[in-house]
């Protein structure tokens, strides 16, 4: 099973897709980070992510083993991130190495999710599932801010959110895979749901969707642990 959810800055599309790849023994690929790692080595490198040239050479040293390199997920790193993913280049090195991903998904795995901006559109757009998750600025900005002082990182939040803003607004413009909901994906209004509530929309779309077969839920169910009781007990009708 390949599912696929996109959504824009701290919307919580890796939340989700971290509580479905616990659900239903899914591998998980925050592809973000694949251009945050991108965005490390152009900053390590002094560079500022316009140079598509420095871009492309830097995304082609990135793998699914550079994700867990420290600092990935700081600011700065995201706003040039979202810099360098603009380049058509960059974009097409990493799109081999999330398809790779899903075709062969590590570990004793049911499959895979993957999380991003274009997954459902451009990356894989055969998915089993799609979601588009959406939420208004303020929402997602006081989720970053949360998620920030759970890391105890220093911030300024008009910086933040002026970050956030513009971030969203070269994601939407760019020409190459722009974010964008695929018509197939089910999109879900965040903005009076926490976490749970989104990821319980999420499994009962899963388990419900045709391409999705109960005999797929099933055999990831009948895995040995609390999660798959659970998804066992909501599965009786
Ligand atoms: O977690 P957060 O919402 O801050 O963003 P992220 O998922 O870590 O992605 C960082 C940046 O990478 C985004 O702002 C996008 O510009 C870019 N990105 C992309 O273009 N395509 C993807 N599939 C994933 C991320």
Redesign the pocket.
């Known amino acids: 099973m390949i599912i696929a959810i996109d959504g ?4 919580g ?2 939340t989700l897709a971290r509580g479905l790849a616990a659900r239903f023994n899914l591998a998980h690929l ?4 694949l ?2 790692a991108v965005a490390a080595r152009v900053l390590a490198a002094e560079g500022d992510g316009s140079d598509p040239d420095q871009a492309e050479k830097a995304a082609r040293t990135v793998t699914v083993e550079s994700l867990s390199e420290p600092g990935l997920r700081s600011e700065r790193v ?1 706003r040039v ?2 810099k360098v ?1 603009v380049h058509p280049a960059v ?1 097409q090195t990493l799109l081999g190495r999330q398809r790779e991903f899903a075709r062969r998904p590590p570990g004793e795995t049911a499959g895979a999710v993957l ?5 459902g559109t451009v ?1 894989l757009p055969n998915a089993d599932v799609k979601f588009f998750l959406t939420g208004p600025l303020n929402v997602r900005l006081a989720r970053r801010v949360k998620e920030l002082r759970a890391r105890g990182e220093r911030f300024i939040q008009a910086r933040v959110e002026q970050d956030m803003r513009e ?1 969203d607004q ?2 939407r413009s760019r020409a190459a ?1 722009p974010l964008a909901a695929a018509t197939d994906a089910h999109v879900i209004d965040t903005t009076e749901l926490d976490a749970e509530a989104v990821l319980e929309t999420a499994c009962r779309l899963v388990r419900s969707s045709p391409r999705t077969s109960r005999t797929k839920v099933r055999r990831v169910s009948g895995a040995p642990s609390d999660t798959a009781q659970k998804v066992r007990s909501q599965e009786s009708p």
């Open positions: 824009p800055a701290a919307v599309t890796g925050d592809s973000g980070l251009y945050r995201g991130a979202s993913a974009r999380d991003g901006r274009d997954i990356v971030r070269r994601d895979a």
